[in-house]
């Protein structure tokens, strides 16, 4: 079993609705992370959170730390939000481990 | 700021060369990351420096594998000799470690293809 696991591995939307991608995990971490990868290959950094919840813009992040879960919430979705989502949770010192991503497709 | 630098963008080599990948963190951040990332794998820590110090490198393959940062300014990450299978994108990342929101920032990645 992997240490962080993303469901769904696939997803695909119509343009405006609501996403949710959800990250459990089974260790102990310091704090989890949600990243961005465009299929140019970038990876930008939506959020860090330890708990509670995060905005930005139409990205909502909450997570539980009772039941090491997270989610990733996309409102109003669009096709620029096509992307892989990984979840990353940072353990001992600085080092993350990953989840193996969530394929986003929006259509127009 | 310009973000992260990785240098080359692409590379293209053969079986038994050399390969040497550079990047340049964010200035004043003092954490220094080296990823791999593969279809198969996905996304792997390989090493990581605080203040210019390897802390885990775990990560790191095997021995044709090394990392380095001379100075906060510049790290490398060299293989020798390159594999087949050492083909993935491999990416930089730095962060600052004070503060409460030390988030990592990520490089373009350099994609290495050895034949």
């Known amino acids: 079993k992997n240490e962080v696991e993303q469901s769904p591995q696939n997803l695909t939307a119509q343009e405006g609705e609501f996403i949710t991608i959800n990250c459990s995990y089974s260790?102990?971490?310091?704090?989890l992370h949600w990243l961005q990868q465009h299929p140019g290959g970038g990876i930008v950094s939506l959020f860090m959170l330890s708990s509670g919840k995060k905005k930005h813009g139409r990205l909502i992040a909450t997570i539980n730390i009772q039941e090491k879960h997270s989610s990733l919430h996309i409102t109003a979705s669009h096709p620029r939000d096509s992307a892989v989502y990984i979840c990353?949770?940072?353990?001992?010192?600085?080092?993350?481990?990953f989840g193996e991503g969530t394929q986003l497709t929006v259509n127009p | 700021d310009a973000g992260v630098i990785q240098s080359p963008r692409h590379e293209v080599t053969e079986m038994g060369q050399e390969v040497t990948l550079r990047c340049k963190p964010i200035?004043?951040?003092?954490?220094l990351f080296w990823y791999r990332q593969t279809m198969m794998r996905g996304l792997e820590l390989l090493i990581y420096f605080n203040n210019n110090v390897p802390i885990d490198d775990s990560g790191m393959p095997e021995d044709r594998f090394s990392a380095k940062m001379p100075n906060a300014s510049f790290s490398t990450l060299k293989i020798q000799p390159s594999e087949p299978r050492d083909s993935a994108v491999y990416f930089c990342?730095?962060?600052?470690?004070?503060?409460?929101?030390?988030?990592?920032?990520f490089g373009p990645g350099t994609r290495l293809t050895v034949l």
């Open positions: 990353a949770v940072g353990t001992s010192g600085s080092r993350l481990t």
């Open positions: 990342a730095s962060r600052q470690t004070s503060g409460r929101d030390n988030e990592q920032f």
């Open positions: 200035s004043g951040h003092n954490s």
């Open positions: 260790v102990g971490i310091s704090a």
